[in-house]
């Protein structure tokens, strides 16, 4: 009776984690694979994945690992969060990927032409203009390619009678788009 005690308990506070995500941004519209990936601060512990997308894309497989995969829709914008929890302290973070719409091409030029005739040109047209592009042309049927493949027109000699087509397969900014033309001779 009477007789005095005391105790302690010192109690470690631990920090909330941060986190951010990394990966492809841009993306072209409906391309599939893209790999998204969380960093933690600080390191170690034992960490929980929650990730949520909203917008144009879809989360493929699992969503609770330190990593997700992503299938981008239409043209736009998604946007990846991600809730973790590190020895059961909260943090969150968002990642905001635009979207680009693959490009859309349009081929104009003689049709038809004369058979054996040479020397005609085929220009592209590419939408959405800007950007930067790259151009692949192909021919089958009664006709050739003369010199380059690889520019915004080409050449084209005519063979026999009946009909050749051109096929263009563009990249703009990365994000593949293609059309074809088909020409009587």
Do not use: M, Q
Not at 38 to 43: C, E, G, Y
Not at 63 to 73: I, L, M, P
Request: aromatic share 4%; with cysteine; proline share 6%.
């Amino acid at each position: 009776e009477g007789c005095p005690g005391s105790c302690t308990k010192t109690v470690t506070v631990n920090a909330n984690p941060t986190c951010s995500i990394s990966g492809p941004d841009p993306v072209c519209a409906s391309s599939n694979g893209h790999v998204y990936t969380s960093s933690v601060l600080p390191a170690g512990g034992s960490v929980t994945y929650d990730w949520n997308i909203s917008g144009n894309g879809s989360i493929v497989g699992s969503d609770t690992g330190a990593s997700v995969t992503v299938n981008a829709g239409a043209a736009g914008s998604f946007t990846l969060t991600l809730d973790i929890i590190r020895d059961g302290c909260p943090g969150t973070c968002s990642k905001t990927v635009t979207v680009n719409a693959n490009p859309t091409c349009s081929i104009s030029g003689p049709d038809p032409v004369c058979a054996s005739s040479s020397g005609h040109v085929y220009t592209s047209s590419v939408l959405p203009a800007g950007g930067s592009v790259t151009y692949d042309w192909g021919i089958s049927g009664n006709g050739s390619i003369v010199g380059s493949d690889n520019n915004a027109s080409v050449t084209v000699d005519a063979g026999g009678a009946g009909s050749f087509t051109l096929t263009l397969g563009v990249l703009r900014d990365g994000c593949p788009g293609t059309c074809s033309k088909a020409v009587t001779v």
